[in-house]
């Protein structure tokens, strides 16, 4: 494997020199503001990266199923947040991990399962780690800040003989936002309501050594992170076109893209055929109601240069229709001709990068390496 | 494993029985009229669901993508039908099946792709077989039946030195339909499209052998076949919430299902939060512009009764957000506590299979087993 010709398609490359400025710039901005890092390497779920992350600076790591877990903790990364709400049925798998040396935290939002927990705990003479989930903006699970449910979760995990480790919250709901005011705010929103749990938990007299707070946007928009002892972030190590959307990086600094084949064209229809469908893209499309929708994404050449009014405008199970303005008329065919290989850069890289089993990394020197990635729970 | 209870989650579950009633509903069909039937598995990507479906009467597959045509000729099916458009950079996988001992059929809607297979193929000493792609209803790729392309790409193929064997087509508009007249019109489109261009060949001398149509939506719908030779679908096997909105099918027939656990709720807005989220059900909003939209997916009891008014209306990639009509207010915990498993029936079975990496067969005695999936390219 010596080139870009030489590779079977669809495929998922990483730029490796944008994706190390994106490292650099969010380490950069962690250490100006004080903060450790701890990525989510839900994006990439894969070893090649964070560690990458890691030499830049990184605190541990952040997952979102055990099965990450699990894969990270044998590749050598044992400080490990589990940001999913744990549920009875993974007490052993957690134990298991635990017992072979892993530090790993685990996190709900509510009594049922921290009891449970202690529970399992007692059972097994194991102690657990908890910390709990805060809901810093309606988004999606968590406690309010000043919810009534807080000190009740912290003592079902004290008194289930867990240990306490601190709060964590994520705003997700700053991807919704694409003003530089707007996620100002929601950094500072999401800031202050996590360390405001932090503080009503402390006043009882409950530890809270850990407030860990954080998402891409919000991360690479706060002004201040007083009180907070950790930032998580996932997407930003390679970025996509909801985050350019958003506007915290631009199209040229996404990291991830599907080099795909053209296969054929309707030449009436200005549409040009490729072996990229959604299987390759996903389905989502994050972009659809934000500022610019990029279809299922932007087109490029197979190095990255974008080509002008060219989106994947549908997709098939193994087929991807790209549609080209000023590019109508039997032109697509000698624009575009068969065999030809175009790079599409991707809605959202979590779920792009989740369509593969590994990465084609083109390093900058030019030379590509393969970088397996895993999948499954 | 003896018991639902013992999976780990998120899992895909497939209700054996019903598969098989969908299995031998559309043999049936094809029997009845007279067709030889080839599967397309794609949609399970799963050697123990097409041993089924051959066991009940189906000739040859089809497969989307060379890494199914790999994996399943390994596990003994060798009569195999590529359905899309074959490029350059996948000509030498191809010769090497076909040189083992796959009947591999390529096909192309364009003399570009033919003209380079001959040539490979005469390059390499080996003959190639390719049908050509017909396009009965504007929906992708292919030659429309009156087009001036379809003899200058036969020519090529033939004066390439390749085998032509035949036509396909696939109405993939028909997923767009929902009342049977409308059904009945394309699957005939379908039909006559596709039979029309193999007697233009015929008409001018070039041999067809095979005419192949089909989708689930026509295959099911078809009131004849007269000049089709064989049928193509892929669905049908799981069906859907989208095929049940197409109307072809009813919930009741779905056979694969996500298995979830309830990991908390936010009961002041009647949710409850699970753990399969869009890695889990795929980003397919497939039932977002039909007559019901389903959100995420259907929800219903671990082992299939569905639960009335409730739906996934959000997903992050671990989290799903249950919303029960009827159910707000603080009951939703008392519903469904914490660790609760729930079955999630998906809107597309072909993008959420896709997301596992193995399917749990729930077979027609309760027992469990685990039946490998595959991914990638």
Not at 198 to 211: I, K, S
Request: glycine letters at 10%; charged letters at 20%; proline letters at 3%.
């Amino acid at each position: 494997m010596t080139s870009l010709q030489d590779l079977a398609t669809p495929c998922a490359l990483v730029d490796v020199a944008r994706m190390q400025r994106n490292i650099a710039r969010m380490q950069a901005r962690m250490d100006a503001l004080g903060v450790r890092f701890r990525p989510h390497v839900k994006t990439s779920k894969c070893v090649d990266v964070a560690r990458r992350q890691r030499d830049a600076g990184a605190r541990g790591i952040t997952v979102s199923t055990l099965k990450e877990a699990e894969e990270f903790f044998a590749a050598g990364f044992d400080d490990i947040l589990y940001a999913v709400g744990i549920a009875p049925n993974k007490f052993a798998q957690a134990r298991a991990l635990r017992e072979r040396g892993c530090d790993l935290k685990l996190i709900t939002d509510n009594a049922a399962a921290a009891t449970a927990l202690g529970r399992f705990g007692a059972a097994h003479g194991h102690r657990f780690e908890a910390w709990i989930e805060i809901d810093c903006d309606g988004h999606r699970s968590g406690i309010a800040p000043e919810g009534a449910a807080l000190l009740e979760v912290a003592r079902a995990i004290v008194e289930g003989g867990s240990a306490l480790g601190g709060v964590l919250t994520h705003a997700g709901s700053s991807y919704e936002l694409d003003t530089e005011a707007a996620l100002q705010a929601m950094a500072e929103q999401e800031r202050a309501g996590c360390v405001r749990a932090a503080q009503r938990l402390r006043d009882e007299g409950f530890p809270c050594p850990n407030v860990s707070v954080g998402s891409t946007p919000t991360a690479l928009s706060a002004q201040s992170l007083q009180g907070v002892t950790e930032v998580r972030a996932g997407v930003y190590v390679f970025q996509d076109l909801v985050m350019a959307n958003v506007g915290i990086c631009s199209p040229a600094d996404i990291a991830l893209g599907v080099l795909t084949t053209v296969i054929g064209h309707q030449a009436e229809k200005g549409w040009t055929i490729v072996d990229a469908g959604w299987m390759a893209m996903s389905r989502d499309r994050g972009t659809q109601r934000q500022r610019h929708d990029y279809g299922y994404g932007q087109v490029c050449t197979a190095t990255g240069d974008v080509i002008d009014g060219c989106l994947m405008t549908g997709a098939n199970q193994e087929h991807g229709i790209v549609s080209c303005t000023g590019g109508a008329g039997s032109s697509v065919a000698e624009r575009f001709p068969v065999g030809t290989q175009l790079l599409v850069r991707p809605n959202h890289a979590c779920a792009t990068g989740a369509q593969f089993p590994e990465y084609v990394a083109v390093q900058p020197d030019g030379t590509l390496a393969r970088w397996p990635r895993f999948a499954g729970w």
